[in-house]
């Protein structure tokens, strides 16, 4: 079993930045996907960035892609977000999600193992 908690939510001002973190334990991997995805309620999951867990590969939102960017540290299990330039429509809860496969993927129902998420809020 794999169990992954996110940390380093909170609220910001448009314009600010934040990181978040995944800290995974329990089954070690050494392959994989790990993705970030958001959620706002009455609306559904959204896809934000994913890398791959050996070499490094990313994959970026349209909505995100110049602002976010994804990296892990393998010596440590978890995987960051840092989150730049927010705007308000950035507003979601976060989750941190990981794939046994080691394609990047797009598709949260790939994704096997889900954190418990971290509310990010930016104030206009």
């Known amino acids: 079993q794999v169990q992954l908690v996110e940390s380093g939510g909170g609220l910001v001002q448009a314009g600010g930045s934040l990181r978040l973190s995944c800290a995974a334990s329990g089954r070690t991997f050494s392959s994989g996907v790990m993705g970030w995805f958001r959620q706002v309620p009455g609306k559904e999951r959204e896809f934000v960035a994913a890398i791959k867990w050996n070499g490094g590969s990313t994959l970026y939102s349209d909505s995100v892609k110049g602002r976010f960017t994804i990296s892990r540290d393998r010596a440590k299990n978890t995987v960051y977000l840092q989150m730049n330039s927010l705007k308000p429509e950035d507003t979601a809860v976060y989750y941190c999600?990981?794939?046994?496969?080691?394609?990047?993927?797009?598709?949260?129902?790939?994704?096997?193992?889900w954190g418990q998420g971290t509310q990010v809020t930016v104030s206009s």
């Open positions: 999600a990981r794939r046994l496969s080691v394609s990047l993927s797009t598709v949260g129902g790939e994704y096997e193992y």
